[in-house]
C-alpha cells in the first residue's frame, strides 16, 4: 500500500517539538544579532575577545544562525529529509567548535574560552548531533 502518508512520513510530537525549540533558539539568536548587533557583541559573554566590534560582520554570522533556524523547521516539515536538514545546521555548528579550539591551541583566544564557550558553541554541536540521531529512521 503505497498511499501519500507512508510517503511523506510526519514526525512524532516529542521530536518535532524538540526541532521547533532547536529553530526557534536559532531564530531568537538570529533576529537578535540582526536587530541590536552592538547588544548581542556586548551581551555575549567572551565575543569581544574575538576581535572589534563590526556590525556588518555581527549580522553576517546573524544570517548563518537564520539558516540554522530554517533548517531546523524545515525538517519539521519535509521529515524525510530531517537528518540532512539538521546534519547541515550541525556540520556549521561543529566546523564552528573547531575553530575556537584551534584559536585556543593557538592562543589567539585564552584558555577560559574552552569554558566561557561551552553553553553556546561546544554543546549546540553535541544538541544538534543528538537530534540527527533522534531522526534517523527506525529500522525493524
Same mark, same amino acid.
Given at each position: 500500500?503505497?498511499?501519500?502518508?507512508?510517503?511523506?512520513?510526519?514526525?512524532?510530537?516529542?521530536? =518535532? @517539538? +524538540? /526541532?521547533?525549540l532547536? $529553530? *526557534? #533558539?536559532? !531564530? &531568537?539568536?538570529?533576529?537578535?544579532?540582526?536587530?541590536?548587533?552592538?547588544?548581542?557583541?556586548?551581551?555575549?559573554?567572551?565575543?569581544?575577545?574575538?576581535?572589534?566590534?563590526?556590525?556588518?560582520?555581527?549580522?553576517?554570522?546573524?544570517?548563518?544562525?537564520?539558516?540554522?533556524?530554517?533548517l531546523a523547521?524545515a525538517a519539521?516539515?519535509?521529515?524525510?529529509? =530531517? @537528518? +540532512? /536538514?539538521?546534519?547541515? $545546521? *550541525? #556540520?556549521? !555548528? &561543529?566546523?564552528?567548535?573547531?575553530?575556537?579550539?584551534w584559536?585556543?591551541?593557538?592562543?589567539?583566544?585564552?584558555?577560559?574560552?574552552?569554558?566561557?564557550?561551552?553553553?553556546?558553541?561546544?554543546?549546540?554541536?553535541?544538541?544538534?548531533?543528538?537530534?540527527?540521531?533522534w531522526?534517523?529512521?527506525v529500522?525493524?
Amino acid at each position: 500500500m503505497n498511499t501519500r502518508a507512508s510517503r511523506h512520513p510526519t514526525l512524532r510530537l516529542p521530536k =518535532a @517539538v +524538540a /526541532l521547533g525549540l532547536w $529553530g *526557534t #533558539l536559532w !531564530l &531568537g539568536n538570529a533576529l537578535w544579532m540582526l536587530a541590536d548587533p552592538a547588544g548581542w557583541y556586548a551581551g555575549v559573554d567572551g565575543v569581544a575577545n574575538t576581535g572589534p566590534y563590526n556590525p556588518h560582520f555581527v549580522r553576517d554570522i546573524g544570517m548563518a544562525y537564520l539558516t540554522l533556524a530554517l533548517l531546523a523547521f524545515a525538517a519539521i516539515r519535509w521529515t524525510a529529509h =530531517a @537528518v +540532512a /536538514l539538521i546534519g547541515a $545546521g *550541525t #556540520l556549521f !555548528l &561543529g566546523l564552528h567548535a573547531i575553530l575556537h579550539i584551534w584559536d585556543i591551541a593557538a592562543t589567539r583566544l585564552p584558555a577560559e574560552h574552552i569554558l566561557m564557550d561551552m553553553p553556546g558553541v561546544f554543546l549546540p554541536v553535541l544538541v544538534g548531533a543528538s537530534l540527527m540521531w533522534w531522526c534517523l529512521p527506525v529500522r525493524s
